[in-house]
Structure formats: structure tokens, C-alpha cells
């Protein structure tokens, strides 16, 4: 199937012919489902504290985790198309009046009209004035004559603002009076109240995309004396990219590569499942993970970091008696008392079940099993109360080796033709709005290799087109869900105020975003 070029094309991307006669394999076998088994729940499988509780987790992370080397995780390639894409549909309607009319008689709040009501809110409103006026356009005029073609331009394009063409990271977000914020920026601001250190240096990463490496760096460069300034901290700002070694062969609807008219094989990024190799790479006792455009302004950040220092001193808490039990159960032999309070530690705090047999196993084996279990890499996972949005949610999910874990399911992953498990998809009462804080060593102090924790059968297949042609692509294990998978995982409850995504343009006139 492969041929001499092909393979010197996949060596040139790092990438080995076995690996792509997996992902081949994968298209034609497609992935296993999930197997749900219940919602996980304030019942169970959803931690909550008291307000005492709170107060000692956030006391502990606050005079300890000063000495951790802590860093933010930011991924940032997403690009901001995906927020202009009504904007679009009404550019393209322009000049064909029946459908500008239709789309402008829509007045809800996702519209397009509804964007230009509100355009003045926005906190590019100012850049996207001064670049259409330098060109001979004045904003306010074409708003009142109602010709958005210009205006469009100017915000989408390489004419003006080309927010169509950026990242989320680089689009303002966010208008202080004298000057606005991008998203990018707001991570910095969040990073300098939790992740600093006693020497006050804040060390954020960014993954992007390489055509805008540059941006990005530019961006920091100019804002980062100014917010130093301010809270008194050093960052210590780096960058990676998706690695090509992690994209994903394309195939045609017969599952044989998709070539270019050259001949050669299409590839593609492999979804953000393939930022475990970069996060693999991160040197960090803790690592803070929030996706790039789930930001709000100063006004509401104090609950944001309130939450964070709760993850990361329960994660703190937790892992200091991982830690313990994985030293004790190194004695020849550890004590019985040892052994039984690692389980009951195993079963009520880090939801990690035991096979039925368990306690009938010779004492060797089981010293190995619970050494096995508490030496991975621990995620504690923020869960928001299900308010409608759609996303990921928390489950208690057996895995086909009849291991039963708690993972974060996309609804792509259940037989939704399976009225059991559509029932208990439906009955989640949490969603996930990415909130991790995550432990990446071991007990000696050892980096783990994160992909030894992968369910590589945890994948998606989607159906795409190029030149016209429809083709199937591959995603790799989500950051979230399959790449983590073997992780130690522990949802807790956070506050539904901590979650606001910036999905579509219109969402920054939401009053969360507002100033």
C-alpha cells in the first residue's frame, strides 16, 4: 500500500510505517465504544467540600505550593474561525438581498444583527475603528447605513483586524476603559495569583500553531513588562508546537490513503490528543491545564483562583499520601495495617476499584497491584453542574480488560443506539469545562512518560473533504479523555462561574465578559 516515496515522506514526519498501518487499520475496524456504567455523581465519583474544608485545602497550597516548580498549560493553536462562522455565512449572502434580509430579520442573540447592534461592546471595537479609518472608512457611518460588508472586511480579513485568520489566543476579549486584553494576555493575569513562585517567577506554556509563533511571541514580548510590572512576578513564558510525528493519515471512503494530486499522502493534526507529547515534555511538580478562550475579566477572576488553589491543594493532599504508600509498601513486607489502609486510600479517596478476587491473591501480588495503581500520574478534574452546554462529561466507564475507572466521556463515544447506555449519558448531572490540575512525577521525583498511559482505542473518526474530494480523518485520544485514561483520576465540583468559553464572536457580549 505504501510506497518507496511514502515512506521516505512518513520518515521525513518522524512518523513510522507501523504506526500508519494502525491508523489504517483503525479506519477500517473504527474505535470501540465506551462502556458506561453510571454517571459519576456527588453520590459518587464527584467530590464536594465544606467551606472549612475549602478554607484548609487553599491554606495548604498556598504555604507550600510556593516551593513547587508550577506551570500553567495553556493550548493555544485553536484557531478563531470557528467564532466568525455566521459572520461568514452572511458575507457570502451579501449582495443576494432575500438572504441578507432572512439573516438580518434574525435578531437573537447568536445573530448577525445582534453583532452589530452590540459592536461598540466589544473589546476590539476601538482597533477595528482606527484601521478602517486610516483606509478612508468611518465605523460609525457604516453602521448607520447598514453596509456590514466593509466592516466584516475589516474585522475577518488581512484588510483590518483578520481575527478570521488568528487564534483565539490574539483576539481581544476583554476592555478595561483605557486598554483590552486578549485571551492570551488574561492567562498571564490568571498565572501571576497561582502559579507564582517564593521567587515570584510564573511560568506559563503555550502550544500553538507555527505560522503563529511569531504572533504570539510579539504579543508577550509587549505585554509582559507591563503585567510584571503590575503584580510584582517574572514569567518565564515558553512555547511548543503539535509535533508532525502525532498527525494522522487521511484516507479516502474506501480506507486507502488520500493522496495529493501529486501523489503524495495527506496528513493531518492528529485533535489535541497529540499535545500529550508536548505536555510530556513539561518539567513541573504541578501543572495547571485551562483551555485558551475560558477567560473572564478581573471582575470575576477571584473565584477562578480561589478553585485553582482548592485543585491543587487537594492534588497536594493526595499526592503526599500516594507518595507515603507507595515508600511503605517498598518494606519487606509492609505491615497488614499499611496494606489495608492503602486500599481503603485506593477505594475512598483516589476511586480505584479492585478486581473481585482481590483480597484472595497471595500478599506479594497485591503489594505489586497497589504499588502498580498509586504510581501514575494524578489528574484532579474541576466538574461543572449540567447547565445544557455540550461537551465532555464525568462516568464511571469499564475498560475491556473489566478495569473499572472514572473518565471524561464525549458523547461521540457512546452507542447512542443503545437505550442503556443513551440512559446513563443522559443522566449525567456534570460536564466538563477542562479545569485540571495535574501531577506529571513520581514518588522518587522521576518525570512519567505520559504515553505509557494512553487507551490508544479511545480515538474518533470524522468525515472531512478536500478539493472537493470527501475523505475520513483521524483523531488522536483526546488530551482529556483517552490520553489520559490510565491517569489516577478525581473529579471534584467547581462553581459554573469558573466556566465561560468564548464559542461563537457574540459570546464576549455575554455579561460574564463584559465590563
Known amino acids: 500500500m505504501l510506497t518507496k ?49 475549602i478554607h484548609e485545602l487553599i491554606t495548604n497550597f498556598e504555604r507550600t505550593a510556593k516551593d513547587l516548580k508550577l506551570v500553567k498549560f495553556v493550548p493555544a493553536s485553536g484557531a478563531a474561525t470557528r467564532m466568525f462562522k455566521h459572520l461568514f455565512e452572511f458575507r457570502e449572502a451579501l449582495g443576494n438581498t432575500a438572504k441578507e434580509k432572512e439573516l438580518l430579520a434574525d435578531h437573537s442573540f ?156 495527506v496528513f493531518r493534526p492528529g485533535g489535541h490528543g497529540a499535545l500529550i507529547e508536548n505536555l510530556n515534555e513539561i518539567d513541573a511538580d504541578l501543572v495547571f491545564i ?47 495495617s499499611t496494606l489495608k489502609e492503602a486500599i481503603t486510600f485506593c477505594e475512598k479517596q483516589m476511586n480505584i476499584t479492585f478486581p473481585t478476587d482481590f483480597g484472595r491473591w497471595e500478599e506479594s501480588k497485591r503489594v505489586n497491584h497497589l504499588h502498580q495503581l498509586l504510581n501514575r500520574p ?22 475491556r480488560q473489566g478495569d473499572i475507572s472514572l473518565q471524561i466521556i464525549e458523547s461521540s463515544q457512546v452507542n447512542l443506539n443503545n437505550p442503556e447506555q443513551k440512559s446513563i449519558l443522559e443522566a449525567s448531572t456534570h460536564f466538563n469545562p477542562v479545569d485540571l490540575v495535574c501531577s506529571l512525577k513520581n514518588y522518587k521525583g522521576e518525570q512519567f512518560d505520559l504515553r505509557q498511559f494512553i487507551d490508544h482505542n479511545t480515538g474518533f473518526i470524522s468525515v472531512k473533504s478536500k478539493d472537493g474530494k470527501p475523505l475520513k480523518a483521524l483523531e488522536l485520544p483526546g488530551l482529556w479523555n483517552g490520553a489520559m485514561a490510565h491517569w489516577i483520576t478525581v473529579f471534584v465540583e467547581v462553581p459554573i462561574v469558573t466556566f465561560n468559553p468564548v464559542k461563537i464572536v457574540n459570546d464576549l457580549l455575554r455579561e460574564q465578559h463584559q465590563n
Open 5 to 53: 516515496k511514502d515512506l521516505y515522506q512518513i520518515a521525513a514526519m518522524g512518523i513510522s510505517p507501523e504506526t500508519i498501518e494502525k491508523q489504517i487499520q483503525y479506519f477500517k475496524d473504527g474505535f470501540p465504544y465506551a462502556r458506561l456504567i453510571a454517571p459519576a455523581t456527588r453520590e459518587k465519583g464527584i467530590r464536594t467540600f465544606t467551606e472549612k474544608e
Open 110 to 265: 447568536s445573530s448577525v444583527r445582534y453583532f452589530f447592534q452590540h459592536l461598540n461592546q466589544f473589546a476590539f471595537y476601538d482597533d477595528l475603528k482606527k484601521i478602517m479609518a486610516k483606509s478612508g472608512k468611518n465605523l460609525e457611518e457604516c453602521l448607520d447605513k447598514e453596509d456590514y460588508g466593509p466592516i466584516l472586511d475589516f474585522v475577518m480579513t488581512e484588510k483590518g483586524l483578520n481575527y478570521a485568520n488568528l487564534p483565539k489566543g490574539l483576539v481581544k476579549f476583554h476592555h478595561y476603559g483605557t486598554f483590552s486584553r486578549t485571551s492570551a494576555g488574561e492567562h498571564l493575569v490568571e498565572g501571576a495569583h497561582y502559579c507564582a513562585n517564593r521567587s515570584k517567577n510564573v511560568m506559563v506554556h503555550f502550544t500553538v500553531s507555527p505560522e503563529h509563533m511569531s504572533s504570539f511571541k510579539d504579543l508577550i514580548a509587549y505585554v509582559q513588562p507591563y503585567y510584571e510590572s503590575m503584580f510584582g512576578v517574572n514569567y518565564d513564558v515558553s512555547f511548543s508546537i503539535q509535533k508532525t510525528s502525532t498527525d494522522t493519515i487521511a484516507v479516502d471512503l474506501n480506507n486507502e490513503p488520500f493522496r495529493e494530486k501529486d501523489g503524495s499522502l
Open 290 to 336: 485551562k483551555n485558551i478562550d475560558n477567560m473572564v475579566p478581573d471582575r470575576l477572576k477571584a473565584e477562578t483562583y480561589r478553585y485553582k488553589k482548592l485543585l491543587g491543594g487537594l492534588l497536594m493532599q493526595l499526592q503526599g499520601k500516594t507518595f507515603s504508600f507507595l515508600r511503605a509498601l517498598e518494606q519487606k513486607p509492609p505491615s497488614v
Open 378 to 399: 494524578v489528574r484532579i478534574c474541576g466538574m461543572v453542574r449540567n447547565a445544557g452546554e455540550p461537551g465532555g462529561g464525568p462516568f464511571w466507564v469499564k475498560n
